[in-house]
Structures are given as structure tokens and as C-alpha cells.
């Protein structure tokens, strides 16, 4: 299933509902649960670096990896909350 394609949830594209509020919804629901899964997986690497005693470089690598795990996170969030906010039976 691709992120554009939500046929396969029973609602269509043209079925959704986007309106300003819906659009807040979004917005906020991305932010809060982005920005703790940002924390825990700050806390988590600071943890495995210091416990390990990993070298800077590698501690580096180790976080751009995690940092694009956690945007994929992000982009997953986004449109999860965007079809749960835009679905009309939610309205």
C-alpha cells in the first residue's frame, strides 16, 4: 500500500474530509508523538553510546542512522494522523 493510496481502508480519496481543524489535528498529533519518539531515541543512543564506550565517529554514524529511522518514524505518524483525521466516520 503505498502512502497515497487508502483504498484499501475502505475510504477513498475523494471521501475524505480536510478541513482547517482536521489539518491542526495533523499538525499536533506529528508533533507530540514525534517528538517523543525523538526523545526516546536521543536517550536511547546517548545510553548505548556511553555504555559501550563507542568512539565519536562512530557514535556519529550510529546517530544519522538512528536520526533517519526517526524521520521515517515521523513520516509514518503523519500519515497515520492523516487519514485517521481525515476519515469521515471521525467526523
Same mark, same amino acid.
Given at each position: 500500500m503505498s502512502t497515497l493510496d487508502t483504498t484499501m481502508l475502505?475510504?477513498?480519496?475523494? $471521501?475524505?474530509?480536510? &478541513?482547517p481543524g482536521s489539518? @491542526?489535528?495533523i499538525a499536533?498529533?506529528?508533533?507530540l508523538i514525534g517528538s517523543q519518539l525523538a526523545t526516546v531515541t536521543a536517550a536511547f543512543l546517548y545510553s548505548l553510546?556511553?555504555?559501550f564506550h563507542i568512539p $565519536?565517529?562512530?557514535? &556519529?554514524v550510529i546517530?544519522? @542512522?538512528?536520526a533517519g529511522l526517526?524521520?521515517?518514524?515521523?513520516a509514518v505518524i503523519a500519515r497515520l494522523a492523516y487519514e485517521a483525521e481525515t476519515d469521515p466516520a471521525n467526523n
Open positions: 475502505g475510504v477513498t480519496r475523494a $471521501d475524505r474530509v480536510v &478541513t489539518l @491542526i489535528g499536533v498529533v506529528t508533533a553510546v556511553v555504555l $565519536d565517529g562512530i557514535a &556519529t546517530g544519522v @542512522i538512528f526517526t524521520l521515517w518514524g515521523v
